[in-house]
């Protein structure tokens, strides 16, 4: 009976997932789920992002948190029309609380909006929420073995951003190596050596958003 409720509720979530894409994909919005553990760094991204592309894109946020408005505190504070969702304890979004909230969103006038999910590298993998790319965060802090340990995430998503490459030389780590671990788990995933903090290799980030919205409205 555990085995079926859990593929009743996937199955639910799918059905509702495909509706929210149909959504944006007729608004013309580029949606993206942002997963990462806690602490990596994707409210400091997102941040730079906004920042940096503010005079080009309209960008709006989703942003998941377990408790608090402090990350959709920042995203405002940035620049960017952000909208809460808190989970009162659930460690992923879904389908239907993206559904619940896309009202709250102005649409009309976004081209990216960027859906923060809850940190952490488990349970949001198995939740599509109608995105038209994932993208994983990983920072060098968290070590190289990440990939491994939770290959769920790592295969879900197109593109892994590795944030603090500013730390690498302090951390003794090498960048190569997340790059290699990362590929050993999902040959297909790019990743993107980037620092939030001081802004290297984020043009590489904004080019594969920009290539993410032309192919989307084509």
Known sequence: MKVKLSKDVLEANEAMAEANAARLQEAGVFAIDMMSSPGSGK???LERTIDDLSDRLQIAVIVGDVSTTRDAERIEEAGAEAVQINTGGACHLD???IRDVLDDVNLADCDILFIENIGNLVCPAGYV???AERVMVLSTPEGTDKPAKYPAMFRTCSVALLNKIDLSDALDVDVED????????NPE??????????????????????????????
């Open 95 to 97: 389908a239907n609380m």
């Open 189 to 218: 995933m790019q990743t993107m050596a980037v620092s939030a903090l001081t802004g290297e290799g984020m043009e590489e980030w904004y080019s594969w958003l920009q290539a993410g919205m032309d192919r989307m409205r084509q």
């Open 129 to 131: 929420l109608g995105e």
């Open 178 to 185: 997340f790059a290699d671990e990362i590929e050993r788990v």
């Open 43 to 45: 409210t400091t991204i």
